[in-house]
């Protein structure tokens, strides 16, 4: 991941955040049944985790 230097730390959120999706027990269910690249955003997206200001 690349960023400007005023988002230094953006790859770190990023990291963090998928860190958090994947850790979720039902995530890999979830993720094998994503019929098409499109469901498995949108589960990524409407996963619960700690978002950072």
Known sequence: MVGTGDERNF???AL???AQIV???Y???K????KDEKSLR????HA???RQD
């Open 42 to 45: 949108n589960i990524i997206l």
């Open 48 to 50: 619960k985790r700690k």
């Open 23 to 25: 850790q979720d027990p």
């Open 31 to 34: 993720r094998l049944k994503a």
């Open 11 to 13: 790859h770190l959120r």
């Open 27 to 29: 995530f890999e269910n």
């Open 16 to 18: 963090s955040a998928i």
